[in-house]
């Protein structure tokens, strides 16, 4: 195989960030065309600057990595402008141009990097402070190394993307799109979790099953939308109300947990169930300003219950909560009568 082949596609096969397939690239792209240096630029058009990524010097012409120039400066702008890659008298052409004049550029080749076929990205160069003649053989060249360095970034770029879209499924699956609290999934996990540090630390697990009393009658007075804003606003107001390694999440409907760990040491567990549904209950308590409506909320029914050390697992602590909080909606009926 071609020595320069072989190096090639040596490359390709294991460059695994745009770094490691660049400065090979570049260093082919010296050998190729005997150009003193060869380097990599992106271009910000938004902010009107070009800056050199990475670059390979080799003799007393020196494009340092970093470099940030004005984009209408540049040479690389004329030659896309005007379609003229190449040119052995750049000092003469493009003697406008600040940047290239302070380099020392005579002889200059470069080929545009673009993803998804024409959003441009940069440019791969070479220049030399001397004439130099460059085959028409080696422009192709460096076009094609341009056209890999820009599938790359294209591949990356997508990979991102699935990545992205991966984590914002995967964050949607367990999140409750009207409240942002945990949904039932994402509840049921956390607390998995809680559990879990309980039984390694030796600590008791508080549950609280939260049912928004009268959530229905206030739906059907004024209307869905309040309804949604009232269980945002709960949401908000537990969400207040927790403290570190507590959390909260919204089973459905009207239904709400929260869960902690406990009791404090100079508390005894039933002490400790009560502060934490004393304190969960009167976060739901208050005025509610929705929209247009004034809401006196009176407050949920709470039933907490205290599980050991590893006792039990997430459901069934859940579904124990939910009877304790039947029990004080009886109670909170009868109270009312």
């Excluded at 052409?93 to 940069?122: F, H, K």
């Excluded at 990356?156 to 367990?174: F, T």
């Excluded at 902690?260 to 009560?274: F, I, L, N």
Aim: one cysteine or more; proline letters at 3%; glycine letters at 8%.
């Amino acid at each position: 195989m071609d020595p320069i082949l072989d190096r090639l596609s040596g490359t390709l096969v294991t460059a695994r960030n745009l770094e490691e397939l660049t400065r090979p690239l570049l260093e082919l792209v010296e050998t190729i065309t005997g150009l003193e240096s060869t380097y990599l630029t992106m271009i910000d058009e938004a902010r009107g600057v070009q800056n050199i990524l990475y670059s390979r010097n080799v003799s007393s012409m020196t494009i340092p990595e970093g470099l940030s120039v004005p984009w209408n400066d540049t040479l690389c702008k004329r030659a896309l402008d005007c379609g003229r890659p190449y040119t052995c008298d750049a000092d003469i052409e493009w003697s406008d141009s600040d940047a290239a004049r302070a380099l020392g550029i005579v002889t200059y080749l470069s080929a545009p990097v673009r993803m998804g076929g024409n959003e441009l990205y940069g440019t791969l160069c070479g220049a030399s402070s001397t004439r130099h003649e460059v085959s028409v053989e080696a422009q192709r060249t460096l076009a094609l190394f341009a056209k890999l360095i820009g599938d790359h970034l294209e591949r990356e770029r997508l990979v991102d993307q699935l990545v992205q879209a991966n984590e914002r499924l995967a964050h949607s699956a367990y999140i409750d799109q009207l409240t942002e609290l945990p949904n039932r999934r994402g509840l049921q996990h956390d607390l998995d979790r809680l559990l879990a540090q309980g039984a390694r630390s030796g600590t008791h697990a508080l549950v609280a099953f939260v049912d928004l009393d009268g959530f229905k009658t206030l739906n059907d007075t004024y209307g869905h939308e309040i309804g949604d804003l009232f269980l945002k606003e709960v949401a908000n107001r537990l969400r207040v109300t927790l403290r570190a390694g507590d959390l909260a999440g919204r089973l459905g409907g009207d239904e709400f947990v929260v869960a902690g760990a406990g009791p404090d040491r100079d508390q005894t567990t039933e002490e400790a169930a009560r502060a934490f549904q004393q304190r969960v209950s009167q976060a739901t308590v208050g005025e509610y300003r929705l929209g247009k409506a004034r809401i006196d909320y009176q407050g949920a029914s709470v039933g907490v219950v205290a599980a050991e050390p590893g006792a039990r697992d997430a459901s069934e602590l859940i579904r124990e909560a939910d009877a304790a909080m039947y029990v004080v909606k009886r109670e909170r009926k009868l109270g009312t009568q």
